[in-house]
């Protein structure tokens, strides 16, 4: 029994010697940070991302509202013009 246990504490004091897997954990370690600024960017970018839709969604919105408007205004030119028996509006 002494003689395992004295093996067992050699082991120990064996693995606590090594740095084999130290590099893993330092890895690790800055994968973990590459992960968190990658997370922290993509939340600013996203949020300029957002910005940038909704600034195209109006203008696309009032351009689509401004081709509305003239479409109304060339129909009615051309509903007065028939009527009225006007060629070319």
Same mark, same amino acid.
């Given at each position: 029994? +002494?003689?395992?246990?004295?093996? &067992?504490? *050699?082991?120990?004091?064996? /693995? /606590?010697?090594?740095?084999? #897997?130290?590099?893993?954990?330092?890895?690790? &370690? =800055?994968?973990?940070? *590459?992960?968190?600024?990658?997370?922290?960017? !993509?939340?600013?970018?996203?949020? @300029? =991302?957002?910005?940038?839709?909704?600034?195209?969604?109006?203008? *696309?919105?009032?351009?689509? !509202?401004?081709? /509305? =408007?003239? #479409? +109304?205004?060339?129909?009615?030119?051309?509903?007065?013009?028939? @009527? &009225?028996?006007?060629?070319? #509006?």
């Amino acid at each position: 029994m +002494k003689q395992m246990l004295l093996s &067992l504490y *050699i082991k120990m004091q064996n /693995l /606590l010697r090594e740095d084999d #897997g130290q590099d893993l954990v330092e890895y690790a &370690l =800055i994968a973990c940070m *590459i992960a968190l600024g990658c997370a922290a960017g !993509l939340n600013s970018f996203a949020t @300029v =991302i957002n910005q940038a839709f909704f600034t195209n969604a109006t203008l *696309i919105r009032g351009v689509a !509202l401004h081709a /509305l =408007i003239r #479409g +109304k205004q060339a129909f009615v030119r051309e509903m007065l013009a028939s @009527v &009225l028996g006007l060629e070319g #509006g």
